[in-house]
């Protein structure tokens, strides 16, 4: 795989939580009605990114095990969850990925969680830059882990 490929692949994401705010900006008025199935989406969203993570290494049971759990905790805890550090996962399973053939469906399943998640940051003040951070810190992560490996 090459390196625009890889390159495409980090963009769309990283560019998927500004063009969520511009499609919540278009339709302001489903906003409120949608607002519980924005967040339905992302947690079905998340447990499939996570599944599909955790399947592309083929890793041994105990590892599988202790990943769902640990997404089940994540899942839970309300006050645990953030949209910030689930970016900053997503971005760390992007470089972990990279050297599977998993990389463009995890590609494609984050950028689909951007899209809620940039509809529910049109909700509020600051929105817009509240998306740019979101894309940023998937970005930033993914580039990070990616240095070191």
């Not at 008025?29 to 599909?52: C, D, N, R, T, W």
């Not at 995890?106 to 509020?124: C, D, N, W």
């Amino acid at each position: 795989m090459g390196v625009m490929g890889i390159l495409v692949a980090l963009i769309l994401p990283a560019l998927a939580p500004i063009a969520g705010y511009f499609l919540g900006r278009l339709t302001k008025e489903e906003l409120k009605p949608g607002k519980k199935y924005f967040v339905s989406m992302q947690h079905v969203l998340f447990v499939a990114i996570s599944a599909v993570f955790l399947y592309s290494y083929k890793w041994e049971l105990y590892i599988v095990v202790f990943g769902l759990l640990a997404v089940f905790v994540y899942m839970t805890f309300k006050q645990a969850r953030n949209v910030y550090i689930a970016e900053a996962l997503f971005g760390i399973a992007f470089a972990l990925a990279v050297r599977t053939s998993f990389l463009f469906l995890l590609s494609a399943l984050i950028f689909i969680y951007g899209l809620p998640t940039g509809s529910l940051f049109a909700m509020r003040r600051k929105g817009l830059w509240k998306s740019i951070i979101a894309g940023a810190v998937f970005a930033a992560a993914a580039y990070a882990v990616g240095f070191f490996l």
